[in-house]
């Protein structure tokens, strides 16, 4: 089955659509929630300079015809954030021994 591909609103990637965030603004309102719900989409990368871009130009606002709370930003930075942690580095040999 062929992948479903998507555009980011800040640097125009394409990929497959889980490389991406999805907001999403429901239908027949304002309310602009992430990863769930019907109505008008737009996917972004989940790396600091798409969001950063993102935020400082409202492409996300833009894209969705709404505004975004800042409660809303603040929480995809968090999202950010727990994403890019490097995972713990692989035991060394001394540590192997004990």
């Given at each position: 089955?062929?992948?479903?591909y998507r555009r980011c609103v800040s640097c125009r990637r394409v990929g497959?659509?889980?490389?991406?965030?999805?907001?999403?603004?429901?239908?027949?309102?304002?309310?602009?929630?992430l990863d769930q719900g019907q109505g008008r989409s737009a996917y972004l990368?989940?790396?600091?300079?798409?969001?950063?871009?993102?935020?400082?130009?409202?492409?996300?606002?833009?894209?969705?015809?709404?505004?975004?709370?800042?409660?809303?930003?603040?929480?995809?930075?968090?999202?950010?954030?727990?994403?890019?942690?490097?995972?713990?580095?692989?035991?060394?040999?001394?540590?192997?021994?004990?």
């Open positions: 089955m062929k992948p479903n497959p659509k889980q490389e991406f965030w999805r907001l999403v603004r429901l239908a027949g309102g304002t309310t602009v929630c990368c989940p790396r600091a300079d798409c969001l950063r871009l993102a935020q400082r130009k409202n492409r996300l606002g833009r894209a969705l015809k709404a505004s975004l709370p800042e409660t809303l930003w603040e929480t995809l930075w968090q999202r950010l954030g727990e994403t890019s942690q490097d995972p713990p580095p692989p035991p060394t040999a001394e540590e192997d021994d004990r």
